[in-house]
DNA sequence: ATTCTTACA
DNA sequence: TGTAAGCA
């Protein structure tokens, strides 16, 4: 099982996501009848959370905080999963290869840190943004 | 006991 | 968004 499986994971009922990201069962609800996130369903239709929907619950409730309105924030949602997608098709590749050697590592790393300051950075989120402020 | 849906303030 | 009702 690879890594990206196991943040995929259906494993938290709605009330461990709401301690872990200060939002209420409400707010969690709604933003999945918006489609901001999609938990996956337990048998008696109890909704189960990944880590990745976490995540992303996260990444919603500062943008909240930051007085961005649904639609702004699935602009910026959207854009992230693309480039998300992209890095774990790249960490899939080497995932199945087995010993890299430390250069190699090295420069691994450093692409991923390069990647992930990218999706932070002020630059593109603040350019999305700017046109959904209020 | 906990979560779900629906509905109203 | 919060809250209450009635289910599962």
């Known amino acids: 099982m690879t890594n990206r499986d196991r943040k995929a994971l259906p494993l938290f009922p709605i009330s461990v996501v709401t301690e872990l990201t200060e939002l209420t069962a409400r707010q969690v609800r709604y933003y999945e009848e918006k489609d901001l996130v999609m938990p996956v369903r337990s048998k008696g239709n109890r909704r189960l959370f990944s880590f990745y929907d976490v995540d992303r619950l996260l990444e919603i409730k500062e943008l909240i905080d930051q ?34 050697s430390e250069k190699q590592l090295h420069k691994m790393l450093r692409r991923e840190l390069m990647e992930s300051g990218y999706l932070n950075s002020s630059s593109i989120v603040k350019g999305e943004l700017s046109r959904f402020y209020h």
Not at 68 to 96: D, F, P, R, W, Y
């Open 67 to 100: 007085g961005v309105n649904l639609a702004g924030i699935k602009q910026v949602l959207k854009v992230k999963t693309e480039q998300q997608e992209k890095v774990s098709h790249k960490e899939e590749a080497q995932e199945v290869k087995e010993d890299l």
